[in-house]
């Protein structure tokens, strides 16, 4: 597997966390499994699948569901698996959390737990950008450089940014680990207000958020380092005890850590990591 995360260009920053490329021939690759289970992320992204499209099964379904070439991903708490075709592609913009909300001014709870073709939100224009990085998919700056050029082009209707982005970008600095009287402190605005448009710019509560955060950061090291114990993954990612770290696992990958081994994690492109 080849992949690259590029620090966006400056004018994006503020509300693009990074934008990552990468690709796997499982053709090519022995032993390297096509299925992967995507546990849910504190990103929100918007993807684009430039070879074989990506299928997609949820907990509700039995079916894996063929999706398009660019797809916008709302707030995920639950795992889905991600069949990712013989030969993939894949460009990824992660928001920053209330950057997905900026761009597109839609509530984020309106997305909940579902994944919609971006042409949807944003038109045409869509499909002009997919042809575009289709024309260049052996240059990866080249394709990176085409989707900075159309978020630039965005920039000036961005619904401004307030002091809960700041906050909740604080947040993930740190791990998911401060109060939320502390972040309503430091946004200058009361604990339910700041509950309210946490919930409007992430589609979650900041407590959830911040359980999120310290669970994705847990399964990031487990999925870079899989040789390590889940107990030494647990300290590593701030968990307090045992106990609160099986909790989150079960709720948002569905399944207790005990059941991935280290071999299937060995034997999958991984991408948990790349895209956070």
């Not at 070879?51 to 991903?73: A, G, H, I």
């Not at 597109?104 to 950008?129: A, S, V, Y």
């Not at 889940?230 to 079960?250: E, L, P, V």
Request: include cysteine.
């Amino acid at each position: 597997m080849k992949a690259k995360v590029y620090t966006p260009h400056p004018a994006l920053q503020e509300f693009v966390h990074n934008i990552g490329v990468y690709s796997a021939d499982f053709t090519q690759e022995s032993g390297l499994s096509n299925m992967y289970r995507f546990v849910p992320s504190y990103q929100r992204y918007i993807m684009f699948y430039l070879e074989d499209p990506v299928k997609v099964q949820r907990v509700y379904s039995n079916d894996f569901v063929e999706k398009s070439v660019s797809l916008t991903v709302g707030p995920l708490e639950k795992s889905v698996w991600l069949d990712m075709g013989r030969k993939h592609l894949g460009l990824g913009v992660a928001f920053k959390p209330g950057g997905l909300f900026r761009l597109l001014n839609i509530h984020m709870t309106e997305l909940h737990e579902q994944d919609f073709d971006t042409q949807l939100f944003l038109g045409r224009e869509i499909d002009d950008i997919n042809s575009q990085l289709k024309e260049h998919i052996e240059d990866w700056d080249k394709m990176v450089f085409i989707v900075e050029n159309w978020l630039l082009k965005k920039v000036a209707r961005l619904k401004p940014s307030n002091a809960v982005d700041f906050v909740m970008d604080n947040l993930i600095q740190n791990a998911g680990n401060i109060s939320i009287e502390k972040m309503a402190y430091d946004a200058n605005i009361s604990t339910r207000q700041f509950e309210r448009k946490c919930v409007e710019r992430t589609g979650m509560s900041p407590k959830r958020y911040a359980r999120l955060i310290r669970f994705c950061k847990a399964y990031h090291l487990k999925e870079n380092f899989p040789d390590a114990t889940w107990t030494t993954i647990a300290h590593m990612s701030g968990y307090y005890d045992q106990m609160h770290f099986i909790r989150d696992f079960k709720e948002f990958a569905g399944i207790t850590p005990s059941i991935i081994r280290e071999e299937e994690l060995k034997n999958t492109i991984r991408l948990h990591s790349y895209m956070t």
